[in-house]
């Protein structure tokens, strides 16, 4: 498990029975659009889906699967499984997220698949919350997502709000690049990490496709 003092901890699934039922429902909603036979190894298929689909149609089978897993009632509650134990450490056990499961396919060599540098809070989220994101597929390199160290992170705003344009043009990425960490996560395993760190990915130079979900559970606000 990862120190907490990187701002994000990997660690086992809570529920991996789950996971594996996810994956499963995955693959066969992939197949299903794209009218093949349910394989013998989902995260072979997953790593290979690069094989079958190309880039111009990669949306398109992402939004099919994201529509059909979504539409399960237990896809929400199953997902958050997967990381309760350590969620409710961190966040609390009154908890609130998002209507739906994210999903991400990340292809090799596709430049439309990557994701700026961000951070979520600079995007009206609740710096109150965790972001829960797990592979389908073992990441690593470039396959994986970055994260910036917490006390780099912090050096972030002061250092742009010291440019004329308010650091429009700063280019986060290359200002950065050699503190970004490289989060290594194996399939069967979830990374959690606090939505005021700025992360990202790049263009995926392996050899393997990546399969991503992510939500973002946070503390609930009760009326009084």
């Known amino acids: 498990m990862s120190s ?3 701002g994000y901890v990997v660690r086992e ?3 991996r029975p789950a996971l594996d039922a996810i994956r499963h429902a995955i693959v066969r909603l992939a197949c299903g659009h794209l009218k093949c036979d349910i394989p013998p190894d989902d995260g072979d298929f997953l790593n290979r889906i690069h094989e079958r689909v190309a880039v111009s149609e990669i949306n398109a089978l992402r939004l ?4 059909g897993l979504n539409a399960h009632a237990w896809c929400r509650p199953s997902y958050l499984a997967l990381a309760r134990s350590a969620i409710d450490r961190l966040v609390g056990n009154e908890l609130a997220m998002q209507n739906k499961v994210n999903l991400s396919i990340q292809m090799p060599n596709d430049e439309t698949s990557t ?4 951070a979520d809070v600079w995007s009206a989220e609740t710096p109150y919350e965790v972001v829960q994101w797990t592979p389908l597929v073992d990441v690593h390199d470039t396959k994986a997502m970055y994260i910036l160290r917490p006390e780099v992170n912090r050096t972030v705003r002061h250092r742009m709000s010291t440019l004329k344009d308010g650091g429009r043009d700063f280019d986060l990425f290359e200002a950065y690049r050699d503190e970004f960490h490289w989060v290594p996560v194996k399939y069967g395993q979830t990374l959690i990490f606090s939505p005021i760190l700025l992360h990202g990915n790049v263009r995926n130079d392996t050899t393997e496709s990546r399969w991503s979900l992510n939500c973002r559970p946070h503390r609930a606000v009760h009326a009084v």
């Open 4 to 6: 907490l003092a990187n």
């Open 13 to 15: 699934v809570d529920d």
């Open 64 to 67: 099919h699967v994201f529509n």
């Open 115 to 118: 994701l700026a540098v961000h």
